[in-house]
């Protein structure tokens, strides 16, 4: 099994176009402490032929120019068109998770697949109807149950605190609520196991228990500080407000997720006013500290096949 970071921001990517905050700045004027980051997704696959997107951001385009894997191919009958790509699996409605699907709409066959709420919330939107539904198909997926999107590979999606999409949100708005607005992903393949979860508003004991023994888990990292974007002084609303629990301090996720046995645990979904994104900062520094690494668009995991007779490490791959 594979696995590739293709975005590994929030929503807006680092630099954000229309931010001049400390961080933009840095990687607008090319200062090598700050790499930039396109908006979230992840690619995986079993064989390296047939590939697997968790989400579908607004930058689709460029992380796909940026990753071979999944540039083009001959499609059938020796077509000139024909992608690698052969599902989408989205883990909540948010913008910088499905907007890219807009981007997916050549009549290139692949499978959606989300949760009910969230495939409800596409399918309500007419302008998704460009994925012409002959061509398209959508899969509505029972939380707690496996499929198979591609062979060889399972994913079986969870629910995790959060909140309804921005675009969505009225009135009525619960955050922290748990149902199907937002999920987390349990992926295997070859006897390896790993855990993908951009967004949560809280670590609750149903997450730690899908982490536990995982090879590799990658963890919202959207915020360091609850305020990071008061602080920043380009937003009101904290982490929380946002559905994404902070990662300092005695209730953030390095606290709550401390301990866990984990080969190896990511943050990813990192908002652009996030110090850890600035190497060699104080807080990029702790979070390695404590047992975490900070991703970066193009990293990328090779899990070898599980051996009964000794454990197989992660490994990362330039």
Not at 24 to 40: K, Y
Not at 247 to 275: E, Y
Not at 291 to 306: K, N, V
Request: charged share 20%; net charge negative.
């Amino acid at each position: 099994m594979q696995a590739i970071l293709i975005g590994s921001a929030a929503g807006g990517g680092v630099p954000q176009w229309n931010c001049r905050c400390r961080i933009c700045s840095l990687a607008r004027s090319g200062d090598p402490r700050v790499t930039p980051r396109s908006q979230s997704s992840l690619a995986v696959s079993a064989d390296g032929l047939r590939w697997v997107l968790l989400n579908a951001s607004p930058d689709i385009r460029e992380q796909i120019a940026a990753t071979p894997e999944l540039q083009p191919r001959d499609g059938a009958g020796g077509s000139l068109r024909g992608s690698p790509i052969a599902a989408v699996v989205l883990t909540n409605g948010d913008v910088d998770h499905v907007a890219g699907l807009l981007s997916l709409r050549e009549r290139e066959p692949f499978a959606l697949y989300g949760s009910a709420e969230t495939l409800r919330a596409v399918s309500a939107n007419s302008v998704f109807d460009v994925l012409a539904h002959d061509v398209v198909t959508r899969n509505v997926c029972a939380l707690g149950e496996a499929f198979e999107p591609i062979d060889d590979l399972t994913i079986e999606l969870f629910a995790v605190p959060g909140k309804v999409p921005l675009w969505l949100e009225d009135e009525s708005l619960q955050i922290g609520a748990v149902g199907e607005s937002t999920v987390g992903a349990s992926i295997r393949a070859n006897g390896r196991h790993f855990v993908y979860i951009p967004g949560a508003a809280a670590v609750t004991a149903d997450i730690v228990a899908r982490c536990r023994g995982a090879d590799l888990l990658l963890f919202d990292g959207t915020c360091w500080f609850d305020d990071d974007m008061i602080a920043a002084g380009v937003g009101a609303k904290t982490s929380r407000r946002m559905g994404h629990l902070p990662i300092a301090g005695a209730d953030g996720s390095i606290a709550a997720l401390d301990g866990l046995t984990v080969s190896r645990k990511v943050f990813t979904h990192i908002n652009n006013t996030n110090p850890v994104l600035i190497d060699g900062s104080d807080e990029r520094r702790a979070a390695e500290r404590a047992g975490w690494d900070i991703g970066y668009d193009g990293m990328r995991f090779a899990f070898a096949p599980q051996a009964e007779d000794r454990p197989v490490a992660l490994e990362e791959t330039p």
